[in-house]
């Protein structure tokens, strides 16, 4: 590994992205829109947006994420970029890792965008301590970029890496608890959820909603979330390929 390749890696994805105003857009401007949305919807009940906006405040930034990560690491590979990069001497770890440290710059700009929207001119009111509710929206943002980065190794167009979304994304986003206790669920839904790491955000926001203070249960979420992140990266690196296929 190399600090300077990774670093280098990671300025020429901010550089691309830089002159490309539509994904900047998507990733700034789209979540903004669906958590305004969401406050007036229940413009009249303000309580019901402080218990739904903490989760979505998450989850947002992990499904928008995942969707430029994959697409855009996609692109590297189906034009040719990706395999010229590694007939050099650029261990595969510095150009993941490299991917990551700009995505996880823009997860971090978007969490601060978002973040500073919906507690502030939105209005959201949290129990637990706002620096832990960022903290955890950040993760959440983080780990939609690795994810993104592991599964466009296993799409060959843009159309089928977006195709991932349905099918990676959503059954987390329907067993995560949000829309119905997972106490509640049939057991196999239940043990399925136990597994996801949705699951954890949502549980993570919700306790931050409703407690005050730091507990263990929310540290725990939130290094459960950051060992997801990790073992995505991991992942990512066992599949990427020198050659194209």
């Given amino acids: 590994m190399s600090a300077v390749r990774t670093i280098a890696t990671a300025r020429r994805v901010l550089t691309q992205l830089r002159h490309d105003p539509r994904t900047i857009a998507l990733l700034l401007v789209v979540p903004c829109v669906l958590m305004t949305l ?37 692109r590297e590979r189906t034009s040719g970029t990706l395999e010229r990069l590694l007939t050099m001497p650029l261990a595969k770890l510095d150009l993941l890792l490299g991917y990551a440290l700009a995505f996880g710059l823009l997860a971090l700009v978007q969490a601060l965008v978002v973040f500073g929207l919906t507690l502030g001119p939105l209005g959201l009111t949290v129990a637990g301590p706002t620096w832990l509710l960022f903290l955890v929206a950040l993760a959440n943002g983080l780990l939609g970029t690795a994810l993104g980065l592991f599964v466009s190794a296993f799409a060959a167009t ?49 306790r931050l909603t409703a407690e005050s203070g730091v507990s263990s249960l929310i540290v725990r979420d939130l290094f459960i979330l950051a060992g997801c992140a990790v073992l995505a990266l991991a992942l990512g690196a066992a599949t990427l390929r020198r050659r194209s296929a």
Avoid at 38 to 56: I, N, Q, R, S, W
Avoid at 168 to 186: K, T, V, W
Wanted: charge should be negative.
């Fill in 38 to 74: 969401l406050k007036y919807m229940f413009d009249g009940e303000p309580a019901v947006f402080d218990h739904t906006g903490a989760p979505l405040l998450g989850i947002f930034p992990l499904i928008v994420m995942f969707l430029i990560t994959s697409v855009a690491t996609l």
């Fill in 158 to 206: 843009e159309f089928q890496a977006v195709q991932f979304l349905p099918a990676f994304i959503l059954p987390q986003f329907l067993l995560c608890g949000l829309f119905a206790s997972r106490d509640s669920m049939a057991p196999v839904l239940r043990w399925i959820s136990d597994v996801l790491p949705l699951s954890y955000a949502v549980e993570a926001m919700n």
